[in-house]
């Protein structure tokens, strides 16, 4: 049998930051609709959601942060029952919300059909894609294409990255040496910003599975460096906060003036990722109050709904003028929270109740 050991310590600020990214990620869908309804705020706002899509970078990056510093010493032993519960695991962190909105997405068309409306990309909502999603592997290409939930691709690639993870933590790639994972991270970060520079990458779906291979692999460094303790005394009250407006400087103004593509600015992400770890500034401790936990808390269904509120709530913007893109915002955190609550925390549950053991055990946010 496998031997158990307890989750570690939840890293509040990495918690926290997930509502940021979540939010980030919705206000790049609704760029659009914002300059629309507020024209003479486009200057402020522009910069900081026309590049919102590294929210998801953000997202892979913590992920492998966050696997690792929960799993990666009860997988350092090659157990195959530990492997198995570690992806039921994960399988029960993505899949219920997933299955859910897939579902969803189906009761719209068949609405959309007896109003005799039709949908504005039917390309999206074919039943092999369906099938693909079912099975979270709708994204398992390069290039691949979104489809049904679009937002989905991205943990089609994190399901991808979990189904890895045992071979990289056996490989002690990212834990032999506190120095060889400073490499390994800068490799991964930067490496990742050199091959979407070379495919010319940008929001769009289509290599999520290079973000996600660099991105997962350099938060698994970052984390082992994190547990080195090598950089606690780093002056993060200052390195944090800079690296957070040097993100939406760097995406916005000085990148796009010399050909370079956003994705330069993931080793920053990076950054951001380890001094909130190391919980020393101002950004992480506004990172670890009650309200951006509960948005942390909250993150995945937000991310996984707003596609869908986004469409629904779409018809009645005209009407609501300037309120529509509060009222959108407002409707899509409800829905998450319904969607956590009555959905993500009792599916996860009864789930992870197939091993008795992790019964009483907290699991991880991510």
């Not at 009860?74 to 909105?101: K, S």
């Not at 899509?332 to 996860?348: D, G, K, M, T």
Request: glycine letters at 6%; one cysteine or more.
């Amino acid at each position: 049998m496998a031997r158990h050991e307890s989750l570690q310590p939840e890293i509040y600020p990495l918690t926290g930051i997930r509502a940021a990214a979540a939010i980030w990620v919705v206000l790049y869908h609704m760029q659009r609709q914002l300059a629309e309804c507020y024209p003479n705020l486009n200057f402020l706002i522009k910069p900081i959601v026309a590049h919102g899509y590294l929210g998801v970078d953000l997202f892979f990056i913590l992920s492998g942060f966050i696997i690792h510093y929960n799993y990666g010493n009860r997988l350092a032993r090659v157990c195959i029952p530990a492997i198995g519960e570690f992806l039921w695991m994960r399988l029960a962190r993505l899949w219920p919300v997933h299955a859910v909105i897939l579902i969803l997405f189906v009761v719209l068309l068949f609405a959309q059909r007896i109003f005799g409306m039709h949908p504005k990309q039917p390309e999206l909502y074919s039943a092999v894609d369906f099938v693909k999603n079912v099975f979270l592997v709708q994204s398992w290409a390069i290039p691949s294409r979104g489809s049904w939930n679009v937002p989905a691709w991205s943990i089609s690639c994190e399901w991808l990255a979990y189904l890895l993870y045992p071979i990289l933590v056996v490989s002690r790639l990212c834990v032999a040496s506190p120095r060889r994972s400073a490499v390994v991270a800068t490799l991964a970060l930067v490496g990742t910003a050199l091959v979407c520079q070379y495919l010319k990458a940008d929001g769009n779906v289509g290599y999520g599975l290079v973000r996600i291979a660099g991105e997962f692999l350099g938060g698994c460094a970052l984390c082992h460096i994190f547990r080195a303790n090598l950089t606690s005394l780093f002056p993060w009250q200052y390195i944090v906060p800079l690296a957070v407006v040097s993100v939406i400087i760097a995406s916005h103004y000085m990148l796009p003036a010399f050909g370079l593509v956003a994705f330069w600015c993931v080793p920053l992400l990076g950054i951001i990722v380890l001094g909130l770890a190391n919980h020393q500034c101002f950004v992480s401790r506004l990172c670890s109050t009650k309200l951006f936990l509960f948005g942390g808390y909250i993150s995945y269904s937000l991310y996984m709904i707003h596609e869908l509120c986004l469409i629904v709530l779409g018809k009645a913007d005209a009407a609501l003028g300037e309120f529509a893109p509060i009222i959108d915002i407002l409707a899509i955190v409800i829905f998450a929270s319904f969607l956590f609550f009555f959905v993500e925390q009792p599916c996860r549950k009864a789930m992870r109740n197939v091993f008795p053991r992790h019964k009483q055990q907290p699991y991880p946010v991510i």
